[in-house]
């Protein structure tokens, strides 16, 4: 419902007749900022998903509902509190920090990162705590094992999802994998609707799209050389960043890592320019190469990973002795 401006500040249950299906349950990880910003929203869905908790209905028609009341059950809540579906960082934190820790390669195993997402995104809204985000780590995991599709949408037109870290770092495909009692991995959908013709596609097809229009496409890696020392980080953060896709959903296409190297590792005349230009920024993208295939994300030929080594050798002695 809205007020005399149009600003929805009440919300309904739709009767199950009119609604003409079951009702879906989901889970709502909002940022940070979203979380700052965005509070009175953040009260309407908990306000929304608490009333269909408590709607008496048949559980079948009703999938929040059965769903809260099995949480409540396994985790000694009240049902209103096992409703709780938004969830956030703490006060004064915004990320989950696996990009942080990807970013700079700090990072065991993709269970680390899962249990950084679990932790540090576990901290549900509470519309009848107002302004108190409240640690419920083991509920935001037992909601999450239910989860069939994820989603998220591209925030601008300008930054695609591997020119920042934030859209993996918000990313739970292969959390949710991890949870689900069968362990299968969920959909995944990537929303862009910065543009009038909105479209809906699938992470994968997201990140194919996003390598051969940026990282791959010789008009964007030619245009970050033309601005020199900076362009070839943003080359390699570029880089990075798609093996960040790697680590948190496993939607990175062999052929991106293999098309990536012809391009910058395997013609000698760019990889000389890369070199010149950026020592740094050529080893750590040597680095993260050999990291992908390392951890299993890039297959490619015994050749591909002897002069990548090599490469990573002559270029550290270039350094230091710089």
Not at 16 to 21: D, H, P, T, W
Not at 60 to 75: G, I, P, S, T
Not at 83 to 102: D, M, P, T
Not at 195 to 210: G, H, P, Y
Request: glycine residues 6%; hydrophobic residues 40%.
């Amino acid at each position: 419902m809205s007020d005399s401006l149009g600003r929805v500040n009440k919300v309904e249950l739709i009767p199950l007749e009119e609604l003409g299906r079951p009702r879906i349950d989901v889970v709502v990880s909002c940022s940070g900022v979203f979380r700052d910003l965005f509070i009175n929203q953040m009260n309407l869905m908990d306000r929304g998903i608490k009333m269909a908790a408590e709607a008496d209905e048949p559980l079948d028609q009703n999938f929040v509902r059965a769903h809260a009341l099995k949480q409540a059950e396994e985790l000694g809540l009240p049902l209103r509190d096992a409703a709780a579906r938004v969830f956030s960082n703490s006060a004064g934190s915004y990320s989950a920090n696996v990009g942080l820790a990807i970013e700079n390669g700090g990072w065991e195993d993709e269970n680390q990162l899962q249990e950084q997402f679990l932790t540090r995104k576990g901290f549900a809204f509470n519309a009848d705590k107002p302004g108190m985000m409240e640690q419920q780590a083991e509920l935001f995991k037992s909601a999450l094992q239910n989860v069939d599709v994820t989603f998220q949408n591209l925030d601008s037109s300008e930054i695609s999802i591997t020119d920042v870290s934030h859209y993996y770092d918000s990313d739970p495909t292969k959390v949710v994998q991890s949870l689900r009692d069968d362990k299968k991995k969920p959909m995944s959908f990537m929303a862009d609707t910065t543009t009038a013709n909105a479209q809906v596609r699938s992470l994968s097809e997201t990140v194919r799209l996003d390598a051969r229009t940026k990282l791959l496409n010789p008009k964007f890696y030619e245009g970050m050389l033309s601005t020199g020392y900076e362009g070839v980080r943003e080359i390699q953060k570029r880089l990075r960043n798609t093996l960040g896709w790697s680590a948190t959903a496993g939607e990175v296409d062999n052929f991106v890592f293999e098309d990536a190297n012809d391009v910058f590792i395997n013609d000698e005349e760019m990889q000389q320019r890369l070199l010149d230009t950026n020592p740094n920024a050529f080893r750590d993208m040597v680095t993260t190469f050999l990291e992908a295939n390392g951890r299993g994300y890039w297959e490619t030929s015994d050749e591909n990973i002897a002069r990548l080594q090599e490469l990573y050798a002559e270029v550290e002695d270039r350094i230091e002795g710089v």
